[in-house]
DNA sequence: AACAATCCCAACCGCGAGATT
DNA sequence: AAATCTCGCGGTTGGGATTGT
C-alpha cells in the first residue's frame, strides 16, 4: 500500500494554527464547491495547506453540524459506556454523539475520562482484584462501569460514496443520545458488512 | 509579580485499507 | 494482479491558557 505523498516537507506548505482567513477561504471553497477530493481541494481553494490539514479542520473545527463547548453529563455517561463497549474506536463513538467530533471525544477523554477511570480503577482495587485496561475492552471493566453484554467487536469501514442528505432528512432521523449502547454497535456492525 | 508546573485541545504524523489505474 | 492514490483513524505533540508556589 502506498503512503500518501500529501503533506511532503519539501512543498512550501503552511503548519500549524489556522487563521480565521484560511478558514474562511475554505468554508466558501467546500460552501460552493463541497467536500472530497481533499488532495486537490487546497490548490483549487488557493490554501497553502495539505488536503489532510484541510480534512481535519473541516470535520473537527468547521463543519456545520459541530457541536462545541461543554459536554453534558448524559453525553458522558454515552462516552462512558461506548468506551466500555467499543474501546479507543473515537470515531465509532463520535457516530454517536451527534455534533461531536473524534478527535474532541478523544481529547476529553484522555484529559478527564481516563484520569477519573483510572481513580476509580484505583478506588476499586482495594475491593477487587480485577483490573480492565481501557485498550483492551472485551476484558471485564471494573463496577461502577461494568456492562452486562457482550463486547461487539466492530469494523469500521470508509464509505467513498458521496451521500448528499440535507439537513431536513438528517433532522427527521435523529440518533437517540442515550441509544442502548450494544444495539448501536450490533448496527455498526452490520452496516460494515453490508458495505 | 514572576516563574514553574500542569492542563487542555488543535493540529500533526504514521499507518492501514479500500478505490482506482 | 500489482502499483498507486486517497481517505480516515488513532496516537502523539506543541504551545497557549490556567493554576499553583
Given at each position: 500500500?502506498?503512503?500518501?505523498?500529501?503533506?511532503?516537507?519539501?512543498?512550501?506548505?503552511k503548519?500549524?494554527?489556522?487563521?480565521?482567513?484560511?478558514?474562511?477561504?475554505l468554508?466558501?471553497?467546500?460552501?460552493?464547491?463541497?467536500?472530497?477530493?481533499?488532495?486537490?481541494?487546497?490548490?483549487?481553494?488557493?490554501?497553502?495547506?495539505c488536503?489532510?490539514?484541510?480534512r481535519?479542520?473541516?470535520?473537527?473545527?468547521?463543519?456545520?453540524?459541530?457541536?462545541?463547548?461543554?459536554?453534558?453529563?448524559?453525553?458522558?455517561?454515552?462516552?462512558?459506556?461506548?468506551?466500555?463497549l467499543?474501546?479507543?474506536?473515537?470515531?465509532l463513538?463520535?457516530?454517536?454523539?451527534?455534533?461531536?467530533?473524534?478527535n474532541?471525544?478523544?481529547?476529553?477523554?484522555?484529559?478527564?475520562?481516563?484520569?477519573r477511570?483510572?481513580?476509580n480503577?484505583?478506588?476499586?482495587?482495594?475491593?477487587?482484584?480485577?483490573?480492565?485496561n481501557?485498550?483492551?475492552?472485551?476484558?471485564?471493566?471494573?463496577?461502577?462501569f461494568?456492562?452486562?453484554?457482550?463486547?461487539?467487536?466492530?469494523?469500521?469501514?470508509?464509505?467513498?460514496?458521496?451521500?448528499?442528505?440535507?439537513?431536513?432528512?438528517?433532522q427527521?432521523?435523529?440518533?437517540?443520545?442515550?441509544?442502548?449502547?450494544?444495539?448501536?454497535?450490533?448496527?455498526?456492525?452490520?452496516?460494515?458488512?453490508?458495505?
Amino acid at each position: 500500500m502506498g503512503r500518501s505523498p500529501c503533506c511532503s516537507k519539501d512543498e512550501d506548505l503552511k503548519r500549524g494554527a489556522w487563521t480565521a482567513e484560511e478558514d474562511k477561504i475554505l468554508i466558501d471553497y467546500i460552501r460552493v464547491h463541497g467536500h472530497g477530493r481533499w488532495r486537490n481541494l487546497p490548490q483549487k481553494a488557493g490554501l497553502k495547506r495539505c488536503g489532510k490539514s484541510c480534512r481535519l479542520r473541516w470535520l473537527n473545527y468547521l463543519g456545520p453540524d459541530i457541536k462545541r463547548g461543554n459536554i453534558s453529563s448524559d453525553e458522558e455517561e454515552l462516552i462512558i459506556r461506548l468506551h466500555n463497549l467499543l474501546g479507543n474506536r473515537w470515531s465509532l463513538i463520535a457516530g454517536r454523539l451527534p455534533g461531536r467530533t473524534d478527535n474532541e471525544i478523544k481529547n476529553y477523554w484522555n484529559t478527564n475520562l481516563s484520569k477519573r477511570m483510572k481513580d476509580n480503577k484505583d478506588h476499586n482495587k482495594e475491593t477487587t482484584t480485577s483490573s480492565w485496561n481501557p485498550k483492551h475492552p472485551q476484558t471485564e471493566p471494573t463496577p461502577p462501569f461494568k456492562i452486562d453484554f457482550p463486547v461487539i467487536r466492530t469494523k469500521a469501514t470508509k464509505c467513498s460514496k458521496q451521500l448528499l442528505i440535507n439537513n431536513n432528512a438528517r433532522q427527521s432521523t435523529p440518533v437517540p443520545l442515550l441509544l442502548d449502547a450494544s444495539a448501536a454497535a450490533a448496527a455498526d456492525d452490520s452496516e460494515a458488512k453490508q458495505q
